[in-house]
């Protein structure tokens, strides 16, 4: 995964200070009849949209005519990566993602490569033509298989697309490291990262590839390979150096959350804890990146995972004032409607979203 703009471009009031022992007592009834009131608002607003037709991703300004998706609102490149991304985000959300993944597919899938790969594509005029390589093949291929497992029956099975699956499947697998059992970026770029690996873990097609007699699991192999036992944190990337790299919310930071995102199980300390930890450590951090750089409305979808209601509330409540701007892609654009969907709106302004509180409680 390559959320870096220049070549890709992915709330919660956390107390980290648990009350004195003395006041235990005296604190926990009080907390867990908190516990029930958020978590009879939260399934008061999942059950009230219960049986009723899925919300249809609205992507008005992101997608033009042709079926292009372009990276950000009314922009001139299309990244397909992050198509694939925002598509199959919604689709996991429950989102009916049915007319623009049909005219994407058919807008995308002409422009495959001979080697199964896409370039990313900038507008000239009326046209849309080829202008870099992909970022990372990896990924790309593994998103652009999945995409097609969300489209209708009757549409995959169309020769055009059958061709279009056997030559993906093959270039993908042609990128499985042997030695280490991961997958490697692209054909120029041998080492692995761990968040692309980790969107191709969530699909299971992609294991068979990876897996052998030496590395007979995907998962305990990427939780070997990337999880740096001295540090406590997951490297980045194989390549040398990770554990002197100075620290940047991408990628150090949204590698950290990434395994909860995808929900991969060998975390070590558990998800729950996992996740307080990353709160604690770089909440401020997240919901001031909008300003600057993207608002990375993946961490709120991972807010909503963890059922963390209010740190999905804040990222609205910070993030929506930059809708549609440069900062914003159409990843965030999707994460906002699957938020949006379940009833989920900002917080209000007086709420400092920036300091900790012992508000939220997430499930594990």
Known sequence: MALNMSAHATDLPLNPHSPPRSRRSLWRPRQCLQRLVRSAITWAAIGASFGAPAATLDLAGYSDASGAITVQHGGDTVDPYFALQALLL?????????????????????RQKPDAT????????????????????????????????????????????????????????????????????????????????????EYAFTHRAAESARHPSFTKTLASVFWDGQRKRFLVST???????????YPDA????????????????????????????????????????????????????????????CWLQTALPHRHSAHW?????????????????????TTA???PSNSSHPAS
């Open 239 to 249: 390549q040398p150096g990770q554990r002197d790299t100075t620290h940047a919310f």
């Open 118 to 201: 896409f370039d990313r594509f900038c507008r000239n005029g009326p046209v849309w033509a080829a202008c870099k390589t992909a970022d990372a093949d990896d990924s790309q291929l593994g998103l652009w298989l999945a995409f097609m497992d969300t489209l209708p029956a009757a549409q995959r099975s169309q020769a055009a697309w059958v061709r279009s699956r056997t030559a993906t499947s093959a270039a993908l697998a042609k990128l499985v490291d042997p030695g280490k059992g991961i997958y490697l970026v692209s054909p120029v770029y041998q080492y692995g990262l761990l968040m692309d690996n980790l969107e191709l873990w």
């Open 90 to 110: 919604a689709h996991g959300h429950g989102l009916d993602i049915s007319a623009p993944a049909k005219a994407w597919g058919a807008w995308l899938l002409p």
């Open 254 to 313: 949204v590698a950290q959350i990434f395994p909860l995102l995808v929900r991969f199980p060998l975390i070590p300390g558990g998800a729950r804890a996992h996740y307080r930890r990353w709160m604690e450590e770089h909440r401020t951090e997240w919901l001031a990146q909008v300003k600057g750089d993207f608002a990375w409305g993946l961490v709120a979808i991972v807010a909503l995972q963890q059922n963390d209601i209010p740190s999905a509330r």
């Open 329 to 349: 892609t159409v990843t965030d654009e999707v994460a906002a409607q699957i938020l949006q969907a379940r009833a989920i709106a900002p917080a209000p302004e």
């Open 353 to 355: 979203c920036t300091v």
